[in-house]
């Protein structure tokens, strides 16, 4: 069974020092407790900035030191380009989108740097935006991106062939953007039209939260990926708000300026009413809501606030259902927003608890 570890977006930082730091700062004590006996595989973010700064000495000498402290590599989080702590990052943390041909240029930079920390013969991942926002981002746009993401592809490939080790484009549907829910992930693939070599190279990153807010039966879309032949690449665990009711002033509290927390409000007749951030669905005033969700991400081992649940449910039932070989990590990158209830000690002790109750739910 593959550990479970936790993706490094938790930290702040976008220099490769300031990177760099984070990882030395809490890694070692998150791996010592949850996975003493093997390396622990962690999930590195690296920034636009950072992936430009960090050349291939620096990139040697980072893995011989991760690796005496018992780390490894085998995913890495390219969807976050920009500073995404301490600033607003709204929608802004889906550019440069795929129309843009430096998001192809720093996938390709990531890619290149996780082939250097791979063993030979196995596969890694980088976690990547769905296309775009979809706010901004017209249909007759769309070509374009596909274009970029076929050329990714291809690329992929030749690094595949260069060094032995295969690279997989994991793409993250996201609430808002232009891949939000499982079928249309299923669409995207369908679409995608990359040759069968280079196909090899593109899987999913499956987000909890996000399948969550969209009130997906975790069974049901798991089916949808796979009877439409779509590998899950990784998974990342991940909770949301979910409140039962109209009343949503009661999460207001949950406003902040640094992240999008989009909201979905669950109708009467069943259908969805979507809004890109929580104060836009505060406003809206909807009548005959019977559920809200909202994409805040909270620390996996909260079941229960004193005005809300969370889609810890949702957790429970999908992690037993992935293949224990697949690579998962807790990416609860809010901590710094969390309100001061939900916050532990410090950070590292939030990250083994999570990973801890992880491990249990998977097995149950």
């Not at 380009?81 to 795929?98: A, C, I, N, Q």
């Not at 843009?100 to 063993?119: F, M, Q």
């Not at 909890?208 to 009130?215: N, P, R, W």
């Amino acid at each position: 069974m593959e550990p479970v570890t936790y993706c490094t977006n938790i930290h702040p930082g976008e220099s490769w020092a300031e990177i760099r730091a984070g990882v030395l700062a809490h890694a070692p004590a998150v791996a010592a407790a949850v996975c003493p006996d093997r390396p622990f595989p962690l999930g590195l973010r690296l920034s636009g900035r950072a992936s430009l700064e960090i050349d291939a000495a620096a990139a040697r000498a980072f893995a011989d030191e991760a690796r005496a402290l018992g780390l490894s590599f085998r995913t890495l989080n390219g969807f976050p380009y920009g500073r995404f702590h301490h600033t607003p990052v709204k929608e802004s943390v889906y550019l440069p989108d795929w129309r843009d041909s430096e998001r192809t240029a720093y996938t390709l930079r990531l890619a290149r740097l996780l082939a250097g920390w791979l063993p030979e013969g196995e596969t890694g991942t980088i976690s990547t935006v769905p296309l775009g926002f979809a706010r901004g981002f017209p249909e007759a746009e769309l070509p374009t991106a596909y274009a970029a993401i076929r050329r990714t592809l291809a690329a992929l490939a030749e690094l595949h062939e260069e060094t032995g080790r295969r690279i997989r484009l994991a793409v993250e549907a996201e609430p808002g953007c232009r891949i939000e829910t499982t079928p249309q992930m299923a669409a995207f693939f369908a679409r995608l039209d990359a040759p069968p070599a280079h196909q090899a190279h593109v899987c999913v990153c499956y987000d909890c939260c996000h399948q969550a807010l969209q009130y997906e039966d975790p069974a049901i879309s798991l089916g949808v990926l796979e009877a439409a032949g779509i590998d899950v690449g990784h998974v990342q665990v991940s909770s949301a708000l979910h409140l039962e009711g109209g009343d949503l002033t009661r999460l207001a509290r949950f406003v902040e300026p640094v992240y999008l927390h989009q909201a979905v409000a669950r109708l009467q007749d069943g259908t969805l009413r979507r809004f890109d951030d929580l104060p836009q669905a505060l406003a809206a005033g909807l009548d005959g809501v019977l559920s809200w969700r909202v994409h805040f991400h909270l620390p996996v081992f909260v079941g229960q606030l004193p005005d809300c649940g969370t889609t810890q449910p949702f957790l429970q039932a999908i992690l037993p259902l992935f293949d224990v070989s697949i690579p998962m990590e807790v990416e609860t990158y809010t901590w710094s927003v969390l309100p001061p209830e939900l916050k532990m000690s410090d950070v590292t002790s939030s990250i083994i608890r999570e990973i801890e109750w992880v491990e249990r739910a998977r097995r149950s």
